[in-house]
């Protein structure tokens, strides 16, 4: 999907009125998503119904030659780019606290300025690969955790859930507390194809590293402010930017690209496709971030979208989300 200069909501309202169901009665995946989000975590006017809690910052991306081999992307010339990113926390509770372990994964997403105008989305997150494969099964994993209350006769359905899909107890295991965002290791779940100007493509999952990987106990993260991630980040960047190298794993051939809870080996080539450098705090971060629509599958010439269904299952997620924030 390239994306146009249309105001942002036109967007969104692009994706729903490209998915709604064939009966009113019966709301597609991505709403039923929302809906149980919702039901799991509150609804909380003015807020995500996930990754509720975050913080808007801004910077830049500059594009290694590697990457511009890889992709003909606007973002890839080498070219100053400049970027609006948010960091957050899991959950949609607005108030969770940082050091919780439920406030993991955390995840950044990033909205590249290109210079015609246009913009162009990454989101990615802090678990290493998706817990499970479709929409509809993070549906009825949100499901089962409604349906597990801590009083909840054992096993749960969540127990049973995770009995018959064991990448979920996988992928959670490689999350942890960091003791800043700046210091936290993000991934693009999906996969995507790179088009180069010689129209080569290249199946793609992205890695955004940072400059050291600072991880907290869960003690040590328990007993640090309900708010220490929101509050550092700022602070940090008085003092400085902070810096991040933008990679992209390239897949193999045979590897397959429509399963996010299947990562390739982990002696497949990574690219360093550039730094992402973050140098100020949005001043008003609350206000600013109801306004802002991140979409995974928002992408420009020479990034495409794989046969991952996850990433359209995403962008009308995000897009019902949004539009019950902003009525």
């Given at each position: 999907m390239t994306k146009t200069k249309l105001p942002i909501f036109m967007a969104a309202l692009t994706i729903l009125s490209g998915s709604l169901p064939a009966r009113a009665e019966e709301p597609d995946v991505a709403t039923q998503i929302v809906d149980v989000m919702n039901k799991v975590f509150g609804v909380h006017p003015g807020f995500r119904a996930n990754h509720?809690?975050?913080?808007?910052?801004?910077?830049?991306f500059t594009a290694?030659?590697?990457?511009?081999?890889?992709?003909?992307?606007?973002?890839?010339?080498?070219?100053?780019?400049?970027?609006?990113?948010?960091?957050?926390?899991?959950?949609g509770v607005p108030n969770i606290a940082d050091g919780s372990p439920q406030a993991n994964p955390h995840g950044i997403a990033i909205k590249y300025h290109l210079p015609d105008g246009s913009e162009t989305d990454m989101v990615t997150n802090s678990l290493h690969f998706f817990p499970v494969a479709t929409g509809e099964q993070f549906r009825d994993l949100l499901t089962a955790i409604s349906q597990s209350p801590k009083d909840a006769a054992q096993p749960t359905a969540l127990d049973k859930f995770k009995e018959s899909h064991p990448t979920v107890a996988a992928a959670l295991a490689t999350v942890h507390t960091p003791d800043s965002f700046a210091d936290e290791e993000?991934?693009?779940?999906?996969?995507?194809?790179?088009?180069?100007?010689?129209?080569a493509k290249q199946a793609v999952r992205y890695q955004i590293t940072p400059e050291k990987l600072v991880y907290l106990d869960p003690k040590a993260a328990a007993d640090k402010k309900p708010d220490f991630l929101i509050d550092e980040l700022p602070s940090?960047?008085?003092?400085?930017?902070?810096?991040?190298?933008?990679?992209a794993q390239l897949a193999a051939p045979g590897d397959q690209t429509k399963d996010g809870s299947k990562p390739w080996p982990a002696d497949r080539k990574v690219v360093d496709l550039g730094v992402l450098t973050i140098d100020k705090a949005v001043p008003d971060s609350l206000e600013a971030q109801k306004k802002l629509l991140f979409l995974p599958g928002a992408l420009t010439d020479g990034i495409e979208q794989s046969d991952?269904?996850?990433?359209?299952?995403?962008d009308g997620a995000y897009a019902v989300s949004f539009s019950r924030r902003n009525p």
């Open positions: 509720a809690k975050g913080v808007v910052v801004e910077g830049s290694t030659p590697e990457a511009a081999g890889l992709s003909r992307a606007a973002i890839f010339t080498g070219a100053k780019i400049p970027v609006t990113v948010r960091f957050s926390d899991s959950t993000y991934f693009g779940v999906n996969a995507f194809i790179f088009v180069n100007k010689a129209g940090r960047l008085k003092a400085g930017p902070v810096t991040f190298h933008l990679k991952d269904p996850l990433v359209d299952t995403r």
